[in-house]
């Protein structure tokens, strides 16, 4: 919200409460994202959240995600995979702050 739109509201609510009280107050922000495909507008999104579901239901409609209940009901080839490249990002990490450390 820009600092203008701070002071309309400060001036509605020191001198007509019952305006914000009624809710007959409105501001209008613009969409931080607009979705298009080609020249064609999909949708307006207006925040990091709704840009995130916006997403995740596209790669839900062309890839099947299954919940797994068990941590059995995945193949180990998987399992191996998602925790080698978890395992060698902790790690990173981890020897990046060892390093900082050892230089204090």
């Keep these: 919200m820009s600092h203008i739109a701070v002071l309309v509201l400060t001036f509605f609510h020191r001198h007509m409460p019952q305006l914000i009280e009624n809710g007959n107050i409105f501001i209008g922000l613009a969409p931080l994202y607009i979705v298009r495909k080609g020249t064609k507008i999909h949708s307006f999104l207006s925040n990091e959240r709704e840009k995130e579901k916006w997403f995740l239901s596209l790669v839900r409609k062309e890839y099947d ?27 990173k990490g981890l020897g990046k702050i060892f390093a900082q450390l050892k230089s204090l």
Aim: no cysteine; proline share 4%.
């Design 65 to 91: 995600i299954p919940k797994k209940s068990k941590l059995s009901d995945i193949d180990d080839e998987i399992i191996s995979e998602v925790t080698k490249g978890y395992t060698l990002n902790y790690l």
